[in-house]
């Protein structure tokens, strides 16, 4: 088949790479004209485990090409996928206009019957805005149809997602349209939910809000479990044996961030405001978010004392997960810019995220490490903020010789708690059992005594 996609992210690469790599003619469409040279050259915008292998080889198999031309790029398609990003407004709802200014375009430069798809994460109704504006801009009277068939790849392991998901959502008012992307995804052996626009666009930002419920649930419990002398992670373990509850995303944490779950769980609670609806939960989970890495911080602060002038502390982790280079909404980017504000000096070392970082922390009080052993030299603490496997690997034997302090705070559960402790590190956990005492006058334990 002759597929277009507009917006080469995250999810518009990986899409014109694998539909590609299924034996389609694809053409990925970026406005950004230096992303579109970048990956003309072979180089990769983003980092993406198989990334590069998939592109390069469908580029030389002649299958793939790019362009910043929409009219070039949806000519000879049949299937245009809008993958344009839906990054959160200033009232947490989610901010259309690229997705607007994709339907505008392709309605400007229809040649012939094509069906629309949004893959963006975009609020019920959206699809139906635009049929609106493509129709609006139509030079003459060419019949189209709309789809919606969001994406639920991981960033990581994004390329795996998509060649092997665990479901396909095709919405469509149209049977032709429905019909159609049913034989892009044919091969596939997994079930394909067919419901009309508004269902399928629910259903992305129902399964994200859900999975976000799971993060600040096992957040919760963990508060809990540090209280009472529970460790959290073998009730993670326990619970998660249950086949209808499964052990995935109930991992305790720092709290979750990135480009998605931030934005579409606000979003979906600004639906269900504009729906005249409280979503009570979603309230919850938003709140206990945002209290995770106060307690983190407060932990740091209890031990540290509240003014860290003369303090180097060791930071593991910018991106927002491991295998990524992404960090927007990292919640490691905000823990580092609370220390730095209360005075720290930082070394920050993450495999991949170090250079999207530095647009965001600058270079004031931080310094760049080459690798983690380099950003623990002479730290008075490490702050474990990403979960890469490699931090786990780390000989924390040298890491120990190479630090001043003895302060370890692991905001992802990722160490082991025996060989830590016995290596002579106070060692903070979440919702774990540890030598490190958290402090009940710190301002999170009060507030929530006193709440
Ligand atoms: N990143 C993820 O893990 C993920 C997973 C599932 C769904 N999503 C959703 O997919 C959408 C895209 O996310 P992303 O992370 O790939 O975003 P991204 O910011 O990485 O990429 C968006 C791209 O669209 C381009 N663009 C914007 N307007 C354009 C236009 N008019 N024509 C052509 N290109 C245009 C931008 O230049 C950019 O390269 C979002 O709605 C997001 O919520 C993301």
């Known amino acids: 088949m002759n597929v277009c996609v507009i917006g080469t992210g995250y999810v518009g690469l990986i899409a014109t790479a694998v539909f590609a790599d299924w034996g389609n003619n694809v053409v ?33 198999e002649g299958r793939l090409t790019f362009t910043t031309n929409i009219g070039d790029g949806i000519r000879d398609a049949e299937i245009v996928f809008i993958c344009v990003g839906t990054p959160q407004d200033d009232t947490g709802a989610a901010d259309l206009s690229y997705v607007w200014g994709a339907a505008e375009e392709i309605g400007k430069n229809l040649n012939g019957y094509k069906i629309i798809v949004t893959k963006s994460t975009v609020p019920v109704g959206t699809n139906e805005k635009v049929a609106m504006i493509v129709k609006d801009n139509l030079k003459k009277d060419i019949p189209f149809d709309v789809a919606s068939n969001p994406e639920f790849l991981k960033e990581g392991s994004s390329v795996e997602d998509m060649r092997h998901p665990d479901r396909t959502i095709l919405g469509s008012n149209s049977q032709k349209a429905i019909d159609t992307l049913k034989q892009l995804y044919a091969h596939l052996n997994t079930p394909v939910v067919e419901c009309n626009l508004r269902t399928a666009e629910m259903i992305k930002y129902a399964s994200n809000a859900f999975l976000a419920t799971k993060i600040s649930f096992i957040n919760e419990i963990a ?5 009472a002398g529970a460790d959290v992670s073998v009730v993670a373990d326990g619970m998660g044996l249950d086949k209808r509850i499964g052990r995935a995303f109930l991992y305790p944490s720092i709290g979750y961030g990135g480009s998605c779950f931030p934005k579409d769980v606000a979003a979906l609670y600004r639906t269900s405001t504009d729906q005249a609806y409280d979503f009570k939960l979603l309230r919850g989970v938003m709140e206990v978010n945002e209290r995770q890495k106060e307690y983190y911080l407060d932990n740091i602060v209890g031990e540290l004392g509240k003014n860290l002038d003369g303090k180097v502390i060791a930071c593991l982790g910018l991106s927002f997960k491991a295998n990524t280079d992404d960090v927007r909404k990292s919640v490691a980017l905000t823990v580092i810019q609370r220390l730095r504000g209360l005075g720290a000096a930082l070394r920050v070392y993450d495999p991949k995220g170090t ?97």
């Open 223 to 227: 508060q809990i479990c540090e209280r």
């Open 355 to 451: 250079d999207n970082s530095k647009d965001h922390l600058g270079d004031a009080n931080i310094y760049y490490a080459s690798d983690s052993y380099d950003a623990v030299e002479g730290a008075d603490a490490l702050c474990i903020l990403t979960e890469w496997k490699e931090f786990q690997e780390l000989d924390f034997g040298k890491v120990k010789e190479l630090m001043k302090g003895n302060y370890v705070f692991d905001g992802r559960n990722l160490l082991d708690i025996n060989t830590i402790q016995d290596l002579g590190f106070t060692y903070f956990a979440i919702g774990r059992p540890t030598n490190g005492t958290k402090k009940i006058s710190s301002k999170f334990t009060r507030s929530v005594l006193l709440s």
């Open 28 to 60: 990925g469409v970026d406005i950004d004209k230096e992303k579109i040279d970048m990956i003309k050259q072979g180089k990769m915008p983003i980092y993406e485990p198989g990334l590069a292998e998939v592109v390069e080889k469908n580029v030389k």
